[in-house]
Each structure stands twice: as structure tokens, then as C-alpha cells.
């Protein structure tokens, strides 16, 4: 599985990311446009824009997790953003 997946996201789709974060501990996800807004969540529910236990990331922001293993990250954008998600 791998430890660093980038891609684009779909305007108004889920997209998901399953990520290896073994030995890391965590994850970052990273908005590579810089520009507005991208919702995540880690927990198996879809983000949504805006809501509550829906996490935003503007630029990057780091995730602690407290397993190891496979993580499957879902990320929302209201318009296509370039994104980055790696084990951190």
C-alpha cells in the first residue's frame, strides 16, 4: 500500500484515498492549489463542506492517528483541487 498518494479531486465528489500509515503514526493532507477549501474526514463517513466532525484543510494540516495500518482518507471540494496525501 502506499505511504504517499496525489491526485485531483472531482467537484462535489468524495474521493478516496487509502493510505499506509504503519510506523508513521499520522497523516498530512496537503490543498497543493493554495486555494480554497478541501473537507476530509478519516473516520469511514463522507466529509461534508462545512459540517461538523468535517476537517478543512487550506493549505496542509496534519492528522494524528493512535493505529497503524491502512487508513482510508475521504476529501470533498466544492470545485477540482490538486491534493497530496502522505504518512507522516
Known sequence: MAVAVHGTTTANVVTTVTID??????????????????????????????????FVVLGARQFDVRRKGNIQVRLLSTVARAYSVEAS
Not at 504503519?22 to 462545512?50: H, K, M, S
Open 21 to 54: 500509515v504503519g510506523g508513521f503514526g499520522g497523516f498530512v493532507v496537503v490543498n497543493r492549489d493554495q486555494t480554497g477549501e478541501i473537507w476530509v474526514r478519516y473516520d469511514g463517513v463522507n466529509p461534508v463542506a462545512l459540517a461538523d466532525d468535517s
